[in-house]
């Protein structure tokens, strides 16, 4: 039975480390809205949601959802945040690692980015594994076809936005390219 | 504990089991192959007789002398990162059997282990033993300190430890040329011998009242209990043995205090306690230094002692040159030098051992001194020079029509007049005029007249021909040729209109052309650099390149801002800044509380810029929190002001690290977007400062010119926040024209 726990000042939770992948590219993705700007209010209200984690000897491991970290003022989340504690014989290492991305994919799905749409295609097909796409998408890798099926938007803006994150500009790299740059004319030079 | 116990324990804190075996087998072979009989020598003469011989002899039955290859353990230390594990085994096996005078350096090491053994029977002593084995081993292995294996006596001339003191003592003492590594070296070695040889105790260092008893060495005196009386600790070993004189650190406070308005813990300072009975008699003699002190600013001053006192006066001068005219056309060559002296500040002699740099001709038909400056940011690559300015090599400084004749005689190919043929011709001009000229006061007139017109210190230096090694803010400056001729004119009629004459200098043609420096943006490079730094942070997409391209353009702003050095750490921490009076202290030199130190005003849009940093900082711990506790707990450090401000990030297999900012790291990082050097918000700032007339004084102090800027921040220093204000405000002004911003930092979208 999961044990239920309130956090304390002193509470320890890392993340566990079959949620890593899931938290690395979660975060990577460009959210709709800056949650660094949030209130403060409002950023503890929403960290304060209850948590999943696997209680170890020394420290508690979080794995789901992960996206309420970002929230935190400190190395814990707010005093008396819900912990639902389970040891690692109540829950196994996929069952950990499946709730972890359906943890960060329910919120990416909420609030990415419309920009960001093709990122999410292309950066989760390397990060999360090919039963875990065949058992949630119910295909063998994310495509295009699901993605616009999903968010109403044509395969013509998604190759649009692929081609923009390509031609992005570089920063100049070679001595000459600087030169030129700093060499600009600017304002009411002399 | 039995003998043998003793002996056990001893030489497993020599040489702790974390070691690996080999290295402690080899070490422990070799300690009682080379230590022993040495050992035994110097007991027969009375010295080290409280570190028993047996000690150095390891029990068969707990230590294995198979191994002897020094050199193979030397190696195992250095490839495992052990050398500082253990001094001794480190020192021991070091290979010093290459070294010219190998036999001397077997003895060298054998008594300075000896010694620190001793020391660590006594207790106390870790710090010398640590720094005397680690010297001695460097002698080895280190060029720098190789020299002073050559200048250590031979061991054999030494009966006794205190003879060997005293002789090393004297060695200190005549040697204060030396490099300081091998003075500090040497320094080093003394202290063991020295304190095996009189006996002395050891230093009890204890730090604040978080060090608990428990972790005390075992040697250390046992905790007492805390009273006022006792709540000093001996902290410095002053090395005189003196009992009246001495230093403590106070380490604990009353609690009974704690309740009281103003709590007494203090916190960041370290207070010390002198304790010197002799100090009635030294008042005086601090007196003294401090009249002289006084006295010595107010010369280099020149401004607040009465003319009388060490200038010439107008009186003296117009006589000066109004004698002086008369004679040049006599073809006087005396009074020409004595002429060229008051007008370029130097006398005959200077000119002569300068030739290479100075040159008296006729240019363009007109008499000129003509004065070769160059500063290291003169030179600067061939692609920059559509970005940079030039800068002129020579600088004509004409002379009056009058000296026409005398410079076509080509002065300084024919012998100098004398000291005495001067002193002989200013002794007519005293009599006659009953002025009070010499030599010195008529050099010292054109600095003291400039001075008191408010010119530039560097101006004047570059006018009298000045290197920048002599005035640092020479190296600084960009000059346009014609403000410095502007102040030489200004000088020279002035001096002419005093005697009533006309000096009749040439009209300064409107050329342009500047001296010193290169590193003096034009608005659109100036610009366009912090536009380009800003966008290499908008292109960074990875949170550890991002922050540093970020801390690069943060780094970039606030040194600009504040004329810092390039330097290790820059910007120090965050508790340098008083956000509410918006003043920095920065310390960017090596002895971080030197002179070169000081508080200076930033701009609102450096503050603006910290807060955007904080705030970043913030961002990315919070976005580092779950995934790299280093990150996280480095961000949270830094903005406690616990540690450095400014770091960058580092991947290294894979993990994230903090590392702090060195030149060598921010070259890196700046790749090829800083194509000069790291410190031109400091050539590029005092220039333009200077051109919004900032006070050329409070400039000096602004940049911390270690010599000049005392002035500004010392204790006598009129200066006022005001002043640094109007700094600020100015620099601030330039930030607003240049549309140069606080850029923001990580946000977690």
Known sequence: MPQLKQSTQTTKITLHPTALAAHTWSRELHRWFNRSALPETMRKALAQQPLQCIATPSTLELYAPLWTSVLWQSDHPPIGTLLVCLTPDEISEAEIERAAWVSVLGEVFNSLHPHGISDLRDTLKESMSHGLHRELFNAKMLNDNLMCKWTGISRAALGEQRRRNRTQASPPATTQAIINALNQPWGVDE | MNSSGNQIDFLNALFPKELPETVRQTSLSYLQQLCLPLLQEWQRAGEMTDLPTEYLTYPSQNFQATTTDRAAAYKTLVSSKMLTLSPFASALNTPGASLPNAAKYE???????????????????????????????????????????????????????????????????????????????????????????????????????????????????????????????????????????????????????????????????????????????????????????????????QQSLPCSFEQASEWDIKHLLTHALSALTRNDRTAGWVLLSLLSGRDPGWHLANAHKVQIAIINKVPSRTLTH??????????????????????????????????????????????????????????????????????????????????????????????????????????????????????????????????????????????????????????????????????????????????????????????????????????????????????????????????????????????????????????????????????ERTLSGDENLLFFLNENDGAVVPVEITPARLALILGEQLPWARNWGRHHMRSELLRHQVSPEVLDGWMGHEELGEEAMGPFSQLGMSQLRHVADVIQAILTHHEIKALPGWKTH
């Open chain 2, 107 to 301: 003895q060298w090491l054998g008594l300075v282990i000896l010694c620190c053994c001793s020391l660590h029977i006594k207790g106390d002593h870790n710090s010398a033993i640590e720094s005397a084995l680690r010297e001695i081993r460097l002698i080895a292995t280190s060029a720098k300190h190789k020299p002073l294996l050559e200048l250590l006596p031979s061991l054999q001339d030494f009966d006794y430890l205190l003879q060997l003191d005293m002789h090393l003592n004297g060695l200190r003492k005549s040697h204060l040329h030396l490099p300081s590594v091998q003075q500090l070296g040497l320094g080093y070695l003394v202290v063991v011998i020295r304190s095996v040889a009189r006996k002395r105790k050891g230093v009890i260092r204890q730090r604040g009242e978080s060090s608990s008893p428990t972790s005390a060495p075992r040697t250390s005196a046992p905790p007492t209990p805390q009273t006022a009386a006792n709540s000093f600790v001996p902290l410095v070993d002053t090395g005189v043995d003196d009992p009246e004189f001495r230093i403590e650190k106070l380490t604990s406070f009353s609690k009974a205090t704690e309740n009281e308005d103003e709590p007494t813990t203090i916190v960041t300072s370290v207070p010390y306690r002198f304790h010197d009975r002799s100090l009635r008699n030294k008042e005086i003699a601090l007196q003294a230094i401090h009249s002289i002190r006084i006295a010595e600013q107010m010369r280099v001053r």
């Open chain 2, 374 to 635: 160059q500063v290291p940011a003169g030179h600067q690559p061939q692609h920059l020079d559509d970005l940079l300015p030039a800068v002129l090599n020579t600088l004509h400084l004409p002379l009056p029509r009058q000296m026409d004749a005398w410079v076509k005689s080509a002065p300084l190919q024919r012998p100098l007049p004398t000291a005495q043929e001067i002193s002989a011709w200013l002794k007519d001009v005293n009599q006659a005029h009953s002025t009070r000229l010499t030599m010195g006061r008529v050099n010292r007139y054109m600095e003291h007249w400039l001075l008191n017109q408010g010119t530039d210190r560097a101006v004047i230096s570059l006018l009298r021909g000045d290197t920048h090694q002599e005035r640092p803010s020479l190296s600084y400056s960009h000059q346009e040729r014609i403000d410095v001729l502007a102040h030489h004119y200004r000088f020279v009629n002035a001096m002419f209109n005093l005697a009533g004459q006309q000096a009749s200098l040439p009209p300064i043609k409107a050329k342009s052309g500047a001296l010193g420096s290169r590193l003096h943006l034009p608005s659109r490079v100036l610009h366009n650099l912090f536009s380009v730094l800003a966008q290499a942070c908008d292109l960074e997409k990875d949170f550890v390149n991002f922050h540093n391209q970020y801390v690069v353009y943060v780094w970039a702003l606030l040194s600009f801002v504040t004329g810092h050095r390039d330097v290790n750490a820059p910007m120090g921490l965050l508790s340098d800044l008083n956000p509410l009076q918006q003043t920095w202290w920065i310390s960017d030199k090596e002895r971080r509380h030197g002179l070169a130190a000081r508080t200076l005003v930033v701009p609102a849009t450096a503050i603006e810029q910290v807060n955007l940093y904080k705030e970043h900082l913030s961002n990315i711990a919070s976005y580092a929190r779950l995934s790299n506790a280093t990150v996280c707990a480095r961000c």
